[in-house]
Structure formats: C-alpha cells, structure tokens
C-alpha cells in the first residue's frame, strides 16, 4: 500500500516527469525504451539494474540510459522517493542547436551512473523544474524554450567529469558479482563463508564492501529477492504459502509470514486475496 503522485508533460518527442513514490516495491520487470531516458533521484534512495550491473542511488544521482538499454529500479532501505524522467527520442537530439557536442555521445561514453556535485545538483533541478513549467504554461514558444533547456541540460552534463565516479563504480561492480551469485543461488542456504572464498575477501571486508555498495547486508540482500520472488509466485501461480516458504529457502513457513508481513504489511495468504479480488473487479469493470 501507499501513494504515488505524477506529473507528466508530453511535447510530441519529449516527454518529461517528477514523480513521487511512497511505496514498497520496484518497477513490474527488467525492460527498454526506443528511446533516450534521463533519470534523476531527486529524493530518497533506489537500486537500479542497468546492462547487468547493479548501483546503489542516492539524492542526486543522475543515470543516462541509452536507447535499448535493459533497465530496472528496485526499493532500497528507504521506500519513499521521487525522480525526474526525461525521455528524447532521435529527433529531438538531432534538432538541439548543439555544435561542438553530440547529445548522442553522452549516452554511450564512459560512466551511466553520474553522481553530481552539490552545485551540479543545483543546476540540474532548475532546468528540470523549468521544462515542467515551460510545458505547464503553453505560451507561445513553448516548443522551442523547451528545447533550449534541453540543451543546457545536455551541455551541463556533457562538462560533467566522471571521474570521480570510478572508485564508486569499481565497488559497485565487485558488488554486482556478488549480487548475480546471490540472484542465481538464492534459493538455498548461503553463508558468509562461502562468500568469502568465493571472492577472495574477508569476512568483514566483504560484508562491509556489500553493505556500502548496495545499503543491505547479505542476509537483507537474500531476504529481499526471495521476498520479491514470493510475491512473483503468489501472484502467478497457485503453489500453497507453505510450499513457496519451502522453494525459497525460508526454512519454515512461520519465519516466511513473519519476513513477509515486514515487508509487505500483510500476510501471504491476505496479500493473494487481494490480488485475487482486485482482478475481479477490474473483470467486472471490463465487462461494464
């Protein structure tokens, strides 16, 4: 349960939006546009899977999504957030009045995750702030207003040095490897241990490494994807609580219902009835 505000503008080739969330959960599934995306945490704090690897966003990250490109947002430790999405297809970038730069370029150079500086930050709301406003207006020249923005917005990014963000994309690929081990393995007992040797790390050093990458532990970290994956399988199939407690390595069916309820604020069996009659009431608003 919990709220989710938008506002959202189109202008045929762009499409821009401040959303904000107050939920427990992550985008339906890993998924592409055809088009160029722009996404700014502009509050709170999310996991986002993008080509296979993994990174931890705070406030005021900034992600450059290239067209095609795989991508998915899951909750971290704190479920409220909001976010600007900007969305370009190939036209709108090849009509910015840019000369010295190719809009293109910065969505396949170097780093997609770009963590901005305090004054970047600064930069970047006003002129996502003003491209809602440009298009909430509809004043004459609107189109072309919002197209200037977008070019600052574009310029500004592009004198963005990534290089500051290597150190914090190496802990997040060696987080990552450990993610997909943990993505594919998760169904079965997984120890600290095992990890350790795994990937060559202490105990602590491991456990400290995946903590700061990634805001869980190890063991949140399991939880959590088992937890998503049970959601998944009471929504989707008819498999008893007790037997999904079982496939996911919960080891009893009391410490899955406790884990769940923490998660979702309702019982397995509650939350499977609910998802049973809200797609009875839209059958019955269908056939209205």
């Known amino acids: 349960m919990g709220t989710h505000n938008q506002i959202t503008y189109i202008q045929d080739d762009l499409r821009i939006s401040l959303d904000e969330f107050a939920v427990s959960g992550s985008m339906a599934s890993i998924h592409a546009h055809n088009t160029y995306e722009i996404y700014y945490l502009y509050a709170g704090e999310r996991f986002l899977y993008l080509n296979q690897t993994t990174y931890h966003l705070k406030k005021g990250d900034l992600v450059l999504i290239n067209a095609y490109d795989r991508h998915r947002t899951i909750a971290a430790s704190v479920n409220e957030h909001q ?66 923005l977008v070019t600052e917005l574009m310029i500004t990014l592009f004198r963005h040095q990534p290089a500051a963000d290597n150190r914090m994309l190496a802990l997040h690929d060696r987080a990552a490897e450990m993610m997909k081990y943990l993505n594919a393995h998760y169904r079965r007992s997984i120890t600290i241990m095992e990890l350790s040797e795994r ?39 008819s498999h008893s609580v007790s037997s999904i407690a079982d496939m996911l390595g919960f080891g009893s069916l009391a410490h899955f219902e406790r884990m769940f309820k923490r998660s979702t604020g309702t019982s397995p069996t509650l939350f499977r009835k609910l998802l049973s009659e809200s797609k009875g009431d839209f059958r019955r608003k269908e056939d209205d």
């Open 83 to 148: 976010r600007f999405l900007v969305m370009l297809n190939e036209q709108i970038l090849q009509l910015l009045p840019l000369t010295e730069i190719d809009a293109a370029e910065l969505f396949h150079r170097g780093s997609s995750v770009l963590r901005l500086s305090r004054e970047e930050q600064a930069a970047v709301e006003h002129l996502l702030f003003r491209l809602l406003q440009e298009r909430k207006s509809g004043q004459p020249g609107c189109r072309n207003m919002m197209q200037a």
């Open 199 to 237: 990937f060559a790390l202490s105990r602590f050093h491991l456990s400290r490494l995946f903590k700061s990458a990634t805001g869980f532990t190890v063991i949140d970290y399991i939880h959590h994807v088992r937890l998503l994956e049970a959601r998944q399988l009471l929504r989707s199939t």
